[in-house]
């Protein structure tokens, strides 16, 4: 198959909002990257020493409701959380190199899916890198990986697929499965941002003032996370009807971008997290 040319943005696009567990305001600008070697890396401007954070699976900190990195070892510690969102917009977008400056510890939710992203990402416009006019294979699963601390597997596909399924006792959400097939990822944004990008953040009303409690969700409104009770969404309609689902496969592209490039294979998670989504990227990055 005939790869895409890696991309970088045209020029830099500000996007500004509310953490999501933190609460507090926050601005990310997007700045051009040349340097592919580089790659796709975070820097947190409000330190006295501004920390590099690269966006790599070996990074991670934290994976309580959402995903951390911390900066690279020999150098002032520095973390940004949340940043699964914006990575799942670059990687479907075919942005491979991109400096990342933002002025606190968490990215902003904006209304709690990639859609925002993936308007600045259009506003600031792709420029190619690194032409490859030669036919070169993608990289690919070639043997099954499984974590078995839960449901969460990589299999060997002839095209790059992602499933996933969830389960809760709240009636709206129930059991859910959806399966996404992306028309060209990395090429085109449109079909990512159409199928999963649109698709927010969501939460349970019994568990909110819990996780409040433990310092998580200060940021979180009926304005970029649904939320439902036992009976009803709180904050209707939803852009999807399985909406809940197709956000727990936008957690997981982002994840996986962590690796890299994401590997040809179809992705098979089923009631899993960031920490299994992290725990699969790693496998893969590091096979035995």
Not at 37 to 44: A, Q
Not at 266 to 269: F, G, I, K, S
Not at 271 to 276: E, G, P
């Given at each position: 198959?005939?790869?895409?040319?890696?991309k970088s943005?045209?020029?830099?696009?500000v996007?500004?909002?509310?953490?999501?567990h933190?609460?507090?305001?926050?601005q990310?600008?997007l700045v051009?990257e040349?340097?592919l070697?580089?790659?796709?890396?975070?820097?947190?401007t409000d330190?006295?020493?501004?920390?590099?954070?690269?966006?790599?699976?070996?990074?991670?900190?934290?994976t309580?409701?959402?995903?951390?990195?911390?900066?690279?070892?020999?150098t002032?510690?520095?973390?940004?959380?949340?940043v699964e969102?914006?990575?799942?917009?670059?990687?479907?977008h075919?942005v491979?190199?991109v400096?990342?400056?933002?002025d606190?510890?968490?990215?902003?939710?904006?209304d709690?899916?990639?859609?925002?992203?993936c308007?600045?990402?259009a506003?600031?416009?792709?420029?190619?890198l690194?032409?490859?006019?030669?036919?070169?294979?993608p990289?690919?699963?070639?043997?099954?990986q499984w974590?078995y601390?839960?449901?969460?597997a990589a299999?060997?596909?002839p095209?790059?697929?992602?499933?996933?399924?969830?389960?809760?006792?709240?009636?709206?959400i129930?059991k859910?499965?959806?399966?996404?097939?992306?028309?060209?990822f990395?090429?085109?944004g449109d079909?990512?941002?159409?199928a999963?990008?649109?698709a927010r953040?969501?939460?349970?009303?019994?568990q909110i003032?819990?996780?409040?409690?433990?310092?998580?969700i200060?940021?979180?409104?009926l304005?970029n996370a649904l939320?439902?009770?036992?009976?009803?969404?709180?904050?209707p309609?939803l852009r999807f009807?399985n909406?809940?689902?197709?956000?727990?496969?936008?957690?997981?592209?982002?994840?996986?971008?962590?690796?890299g490039?994401?590997p040809?294979a179809?992705?098979?998670?089923f009631?899993?997290?960031?920490?299994?989504h992290?725990?699969?990227?790693k496998?893969?990055?590091t096979?035995?």
């Open positions: 198959m005939l790869t895409s040319s890696a943005i045209a020029q830099p696009v996007c500004t909002g509310v953490g999501l933190s609460g507090t305001a926050v990310v600008t051009p040349t340097d070697g580089r790659g796709r890396y975070f820097v947190r330190l006295p020493d501004p920390a590099i954070i690269p966006a790599q699976v070996s990074q991670v900190g934290e309580v409701l959402s995903t951390e990195l911390v900066a690279a070892a020999g002032e510690r520095g973390t940004v959380r949340t969102h914006l990575l799942a917009a670059l990687v479907s075919g491979k190199a400096r990342i400056e933002v606190g510890p968490e990215l902003p939710l904006l709690g899916s990639a859609e925002g992203w308007g600045a990402i506003t600031a416009g792709l420029i190619s690194s032409p490859q006019p030669v036919e070169t294979s990289p690919h699963i070639s043997e099954p974590i601390d839960g449901d969460v299999l060997p596909s095209t790059l697929r992602f499933s996933y399924g969830i389960e809760f006792q709240e009636a709206p129930g859910q499965w959806h399966s996404w097939t992306p028309v060209e990395g090429a085109n079909d990512f941002l159409h999963i990008g649109k953040t969501f939460g349970l009303a019994r003032e819990q996780l409040r409690q433990a310092g998580l200060r940021g979180g409104t304005d939320v439902c009770d036992e009976e009803r969404w709180l904050n309609p009807e909406e809940p689902v197709r956000h727990k496969i936008l957690d997981l592209v982002g994840d996986l971008s962590l690796i490039t994401i040809q179809h992705y098979v998670a009631k899993a997290s960031h920490r299994l992290v725990a699969l990227a496998a893969i990055a096979p035995l």
